[in-house]
């Protein structure tokens, strides 16, 4: 079918008949949507003026509408808005939670660069903490205090 329309096409092409048309079609621009453009018409003075007046009545009855208090309109608002007072709550909250992730973050880093230093093992820490609890050197949710010995 594809042989039978580049035929056709050739013919018509030789004969003069497309003329230009045919350059076109072959850059990949349809025929048909060439037969259908619209021209644009220059808009006269009073077009113009009639279309504002349209759209200047929409507009004015769609805000009488909304001063309407009988006025069935379910109109989206959006999000409710927020004070500026709740917003800055909200900056400071999340300063707090970065500082405090931070934080655990460095905290940890150091845990670890302390195990390391002096090669003891989680399962090691654990075991130890578990004797202290046990012998009650330590209490369970109670944080031990160093205490400072005095060394000679």
Not at 7 to 31: I, M, P, W
Not at 92 to 108: M, S
Request: a negative charge; one cysteine or more; hydrophobic letters at 35%.
């Amino acid at each position: 079918m594809l042989v039978i329309f580049t035929r056709l096409c050739t013919v018509f092409a030789k004969k003069s008949y497309v003329g230009n048309h045919f350059d076109h079609f072959k850059q990949g621009v349809n025929e048909t949507s060439m037969k259908y453009q619209k021209v644009q018409k220059p808009i006269d003075e009073r077009e113009k003026l009639r279309k504002f007046r349209e759209l200047d009545d929409a507009f004015a009855q769609a805000l009488r509408q909304l001063d309407d208090p009988e006025s069935d309109f379910d109109i989206p608002t959006g999000p409710p808005v927020r004070s500026l007072a709740a917003l800055e709550q909200e900056d400071v909250e999340t300063q707090q939670k970065e500082q405090q992730q931070e934080q655990e973050r460095i905290f940890k880093q150091r845990f670890e660069a302390l195990l390391r230093e002096y090669g003891v093992g989680h399962d090691d820490l654990a075991e130890l903490i578990e004797v202290l609890l046990g012998y009650g050197v330590w209490q369970q949710d109670v944080v031990p205090v160093a205490s400072a010995s005095k060394t000679p």
